[in-house]
């Protein structure tokens, strides 16, 4: 493992430091640094690392998710690590579909944390035992996340629509008439089972689409 060239992308610093302090212990070299999804793109396309860790949550509107499957479009052999402090089951199963090929939270031990690397950079697939059961559990049972009903571009409408926008913000805001939302935001709602704003944000909230 020693000798691999790692990005590492999280917008806090303190947490991007310890992670980049264990793996250059192990040897690693850590090629670069992004504090958005926009710069974590910019700089896997530019450095092409071995393997890049991922922060699932910038503070912005794109997320480590969103980066990931524009680097995958680009580079279907890409190694990626998703990091986060959020361990929902929701933000666990759409890591997994995303095309991930580890996902630890930001407490892991050292140790796993260079596991996780080694295992992505071989191309094998690392989750920890309390995750690797949970998306289990979820292939059993079924999951009724906004991120398994919807769409991608419902699954947009839908974050917009928890953020409080209106119908006609939302079709200013993607370039699309108005009866399309409107359409488009009912069916949604239909889906979901979800007609109250204040419902609409708590699940966006509790899925990890949206900040509380």
């Given at each position: 493992?020693?000798?691999?060239?790692?990005?590492l992308?999280?917008d806090?610093?303190?947490?991007?430091d310890?992670?980049?302090?264990?793996?250059?212990?192990?040897?690693?070299?850590?090629?670069?640094?992004a504090?958005?999804?926009?710069e974590?793109?910019?700089?896997?396309?530019?450095l092409?690392?071995?393997?890049a860790?991922?922060d699932?949550?910038?503070?912005?509107?794109?997320?480590?998710?969103?980066?990931?499957?524009?680097?995958l479009?680009?580079d279907?052999?890409?190694?990626l690590?998703?990091?986060?402090?959020?361990?929902?089951d929701s933000l666990?199963?759409?890591?997994?579909?995303?095309?991930a090929?580890?996902f630890?939270?930001?407490?892991?031990?050292?140790?796993?944390?260079?596991?996780?690397?080694?295992?992505?950079?071989?191309?094998?697939?690392?989750f920890?035992?309390?995750?690797?059961?949970?998306?289990?559990?979820?292939?059993?049972?079924?999951?009724?996340?906004?991120?398994?009903?919807?769409?991608?571009?419902?699954?947009?409408?839908?974050?917009l629509?928890?953020?409080g926008?209106t119908n006609?913000?939302?079709?200013?805001?993607?370039?699309?008439s108005l009866?399309?939302?409107?359409?488009?935001s009912?069916?949604?709602?239909?889906?979901?089972?979800?007609?109250?704003?204040a419902?609409?944000?708590r699940?966006?909230?509790?899925y990890?689409?949206?900040?509380?």
């Amino acid at each position: 493992m020693e000798g691999l060239r790692v990005l590492l992308a999280d917008d806090h610093p303190i947490v991007m430091d310890g992670f980049a302090m264990t793996l250059a212990s192990a040897g690693l070299e850590i090629v670069g640094r992004a504090r958005t999804p926009e710069e974590a793109l910019a700089l896997y396309q530019s450095l092409r690392p071995d393997v890049a860790l991922l922060d699932i949550r910038f503070g912005t509107r794109q997320t480590g998710l969103d980066a990931a499957r524009q680097i995958l479009q680009q580079d279907a052999d890409a190694n990626l690590i998703f990091l986060s402090q959020f361990d929902q089951d929701s933000l666990i199963r759409e890591a997994y579909r995303t095309g991930a090929r580890a996902f630890v939270s930001k407490d892991c031990d050292p140790a796993e944390l260079l596991e996780a690397v080694a295992k992505a950079a071989s191309g094998s697939l690392y989750f920890p035992r309390a995750i690797a059961e949970r998306l289990a559990n979820l292939s059993v049972r079924g999951d009724m996340s906004p991120q398994s009903v919807l769409n991608e571009r419902d699954l947009e409408i839908f974050r917009l629509m928890a953020e409080g926008l209106t119908n006609a913000e939302i079709a200013e805001r993607l370039g699309l008439s108005l009866k399309t939302i409107s359409n488009t935001s009912q069916a949604i709602k239909e889906k979901l089972d979800a007609h109250r704003p204040a419902h609409i944000t708590r699940l966006a909230v509790k899925y990890g689409l949206i900040e509380p």
